[in-house]
């Protein structure tokens, strides 16, 4: 993901069925501990839980979550100020806000406005930015930034990669931030100014997955989690998928390259989450169906295979789907959140706050009919309140 500017999305409700076309997904929590606190349950009778009663990890608190409560737990969007950050938060269940170039950082430098913010959520929201350094440096004006991933890479140690990852996790978790996603692991020999080009630390897998590592683990070691992108792998891509349709070599050269420090990676991811791409992979995904609504990409990030990777059990977000031409172009907000929580995602991103309204009316009606399993909706809130360390099982 790149958020360059602000594109406005049209709230409309889609009553048609929105499945991916592709098979359903795997990926659902079988952990058996439990937790609970009554943070969780229904302030109201007439917003009364679900019927679906889950088991295992954290089943108590799903179960004292209305429909309406876990759905908004798979929303973050870009807010443009405290205000309006204030106001979405006051009226909406949402998991989180997203700080975008466009956002007035007041809601940073002013510690009452984030507080303000977060008193008003009944759970701790994801408050997440772009901040990779280079090219894609949003807190630069506060004085966050770093090099680009290509000029680390060039000119320093994984080690001193992972201490000045360390130093930029500790000045977001000073602004309130808990979610950084970054680092970029694309694997690419675009030149510097190409959509991914110099956002990648090599083209050689190996150091890609050498840096990446370094990166994410200086985030974590400062309490942020970080989110590896752009899976299964934009670096060597044809096109930008913030204009339109990207379509990447196909899945047996991604094996060897693209998706090679994703092996190494999810093997012990700790608290880090994966972002999937908006890009069409022959062998992979099916006709113009892009991999972050594809049943058959996220299933292979969950399980591992074909690519031979390790199950991945944590937080899968969406690319954003409202301001980048792969899906506005096709779908709107609606379908696509729909579409890529069928597919098997946790948490769809996207740029503005005015559809969050129609967006879960739409989500709570897909429940209902069945187009959208209440397993999975369970599933993803039981991922996403353990990265948030509301759950430890």
């Not at 608190?61 to 309006?84: N, P």
């Not at 899968?316 to 959140?337: H, K, W």
């Amino acid at each position: 993901m790149c958020l360059l500017a602000v594109t406005a999305t049209a709230g409309m409700t889609i009553a048609a069925c929105d499945t991916d076309s592709d098979s359903t997904a795997a990926g659902s929590s079988s952990t058996t501990a439990t937790e609970s606190s009554s943070a969780y349950s229904s302030s109201s009778a007439s917003a009364a839980p679900t019927s679906i009663v889950p088991v295992g990890c954290g089943s108590d608190i799903v179960a004292g979550m209305t429909l309406r409560q876990k759905l908004g737990q798979s929303i973050v969007v870009g807010v443009t100020g405290t205000e309006d950050a204030y106001s979405l938060v006051s009226n909406e269940p949402v998991g989180g806000i997203f700080i975008g170039s466009w956002t007035d950082k007041s809601i940073l430098t002013n510690p009452a406005n984030l507080k303000r913010i977060n008193d008003a959520s009944r759970i701790p929201l994801m408050v997440t930015v772009d901040q990779e350094g280079g090219r894609v440096s949003r807190l630069s004006s506060l004085g966050i930034d770093s090099p680009s991933a290509r000029e680390l890479a060039a000119s320093q140690t994984p080690e001193q990669v992972r201490e000045l990852a360390a130093r930029i996790g500790r000045q977001l978790k000073a602004k309130g931030i808990t979610v950084d996603f970054a680092p970029d692991v694309d694997v690419s020999d675009e030149s510097d100014d190409e959509v991914i080009g110099d956002r990648s630390f090599s083209n050689d897998p190996e150091t890609v997955t050498t840096y990446g590592q370094a990166f994410a683990e200086g985030l974590e070691s400062a309490g942020i989690m970080p989110v590896y992108k752009h899976f299964p792998g934009h670096g060597h891509g044809s096109g930008d998928s913030h204009l339109g349709v990207v379509r990447t070599p196909p899945l047996s050269q991604l094996e060897t390259s693209d998706l090679v420090p994703y092996k190494t990676l999810l093997q012990n991811p700790g608290n880090a989450g994966v972002m999937v791409g908006h890009l069409i992979v022959p062998g992979l995904t099916v006709g113009d169906t892009p991999a972050s609504l594809s049943a058959k990409a996220i299933g292979m990030l969950r399980t591992g295979q074909p690519y031979g990777g390790p199950p991945f059990n944590g937080v899968v977000f969406s690319d954003d789907l409202s301001g980048m031409g792969a899906i506005n172009q096709q779908f709107p907000i609606n379908v696509a959140v729909q579409r890529f929580l069928v597919a098997g995602g946790d948490i769809a991103l996207w740029i503005t706050t005015d559809a969050v309204p129609s967006v879960l009316d739409h989500l709570e009606a897909a429940v209902k009919s069945g187009r959208l399993p209440e397993q999975k909706v369970n599933a993803s809130v039981v991922r996403i309140l353990r990265a948030k360390g509301q759950l430890t099982c």
